[in-house]
């Protein structure tokens, strides 16, 4: 395993830019996730590294060893696909030596590592199956061993679990993860799926429209986003639009006035995340923001129940409330009160 | 009104089932005439048989000219099947896989000896060959060679056709896969992409052979003297004859394709490339 570095790597197709200046650092034995919209480059970045999409501008660094202009077979790089992208008329076991019959390994050993490999994945025995004699979960299994069979430099995953079905999908989250920090991976994913992003990474990166919003830890992103979009995109918020009067002091379109944290005057936003904030039947002292408003509608989640409240006529608050026995959950149409401490909100200019 | 949905229902299945029976006997019909023909004892062909007997075929062993037609005949379709693999395998990757300006047209242009009329096939080729003759100075009408190239146009629509097919089928990715495994350009065709689409190249290459063993119309044009094909030989005799050798031999022809098409779908499934 090594370290992954991207220097400021870009693509363009004609006037469209796939990927903008992107530079990360992946250490050794570190997984990174790359999250975001499609369209928003994360892909391409990742066929980058992987060598089937050479760039327009910047460099990819494996090990310290620049890859940039090295086609994929030279690259060591080990990749797991969408579709999986086994070989049809192999078996399982074929596939897994695949690797390593290219790089010219002794038979015998081949043998000893695919074997190795298959047991990794839990799949001993299945050797001699084609692969359309397998489920999605193992055949996506069998790819996993083929791509570290060759004991590859970085693990590269574009989407690997979208194709499972979502029970199966948060069994192999956790399988892969376990397995990268046991064997102590470099990986990067790609993902659109935040949960999926959440579970696996080590730090996430959050990109959109070919370029990174942000970097950091699931706390980072989730926490102290750095811009509307990551606020966005990262868990859920609230967003109201108005106006940052003064440092601390934000009025929203629809006219409430708000206690925030910092801000520089001028037009903004102003994020919440639903779980922020308290509801109760009687107003709450002891809060930067306690506003009367009306429920318009709740729908239940489970674990959580998911309440939406009328506050003017422009704006509408999500509230997330734990769904534990004492819990207050009023009906439609009730008049309540919300709450939340002015540092619980984060304000966005524009 | 269920009972009348079921009723319209079977009566479209009989319907289907009727209309797939007829055209089958429609197609059938002849062969199975040809074949029985075979066996009648009698020289002149009427109806009913006065007997049957194995002399016909004994009667084409007799006779150089099938033995010879058929052993030329054998050959070129070999050697155009595999000249046609040679250009119509790298032509169809190239259709299927390449976008380029003039890729509908060259695609067109590729399966239009399937369209064009075997005698203007067949005249416009004699006409070139004329020309390269005079041009070059060397022999080109009527050799052996000559009827080859001939044969390798239309074999290649077939390959082209077939092997384009299957390649769509192949997901691409598999063959990033093998690259990405350490297998270059050229180990990813011969390993994953050439494997993938094998099925396609055999169909291919049994149906382009089969449409040169049969070719009549444009082999009439490039023959030589002494240098006739089967279907021609058969044409030929017919002339002067009609005794049951032909369907003798037709027999034998019909014997082996269907033993080729057979040994070929044991290996791939021709119902799923065709």
Known sequence: MARLDIESLSKRYGDFHAVREVSLQVAD????????????????TLRMVAGFIEPTAGRVKLGGREVTLLPPWKRNAGMVFQSYALFPHLTVAQNVAFGLEMRKVPRAEIGKRVEEALALVRLGGLGGRLPRQLSGGQQQRVALARALAIRPDVLLLDEPLSNLDAKLRQEVRVEIRELQQKLGLTAVMVTHDQEEALTMADRLVVMSDGAVRQVGTQRDLYERPA?????????????????????????????????????????????????????AAAPQSGLDNSLPGTVEF????????????RLSPADRLIVHVANRDGAFVPEVGQPVHVGWPAAAAQVFNE | MNAFAVLRRRAGRWA????????LAYILLPLIFVVWLAFFRQEIPSFPPEGYSLRWFAAILDQRKFVDGFSLSFQVGVLATGLGLLLGVPAALCLARYDFTWRAPLGSLLLMPLIVPGVVLGTAMYVFHVELENALDVDVIGTFYALVSGHVVIVIPWIVRLVTASLSGVDRTIEEAAQNLGANRWVTFWRVTLPAIRPGIVAGALFGF???????????????PGRTTLPIVILQYLEWKIDPTIAAVSVVQIALIAIAMLVTDRYVKLARVV
């Open chain 1, 227 to 279: 811009n509307r979009f990551v606020a966005d995109f990262v868990g859920r918020s609230t967003f109201f639009e108005g106006e940052v009067e003064a440092p601390g002091r934000f009025r929203t379109d629809g006219g409430l006035a708000l206690a925030c944290v910092g801000g520089t005057p001028g037009r903004g936003a102003l994020a919440l995340r639903p779980e922020r904030v308290g509801i």
């Open chain 2, 210 to 224: 089969v449409t040169s063993f049969g070719n009549l119309e444009m082999s009439l044009f490039l023959v030589g």
């Open chain 2, 16 to 23: 289907l089932n009727g209309a797939a029976t007829l055209s």
């Open chain 1, 298 to 309: 709740i729908s239940y989640l489970g674990a959580l129940i998911d309440i939406h409240v």
């Open chain 1, 29 to 44: 034995g570190e997984f990174l996730v790359l999250l975001g919209p499609s369209g928003c480059g994360k892909t391409t």
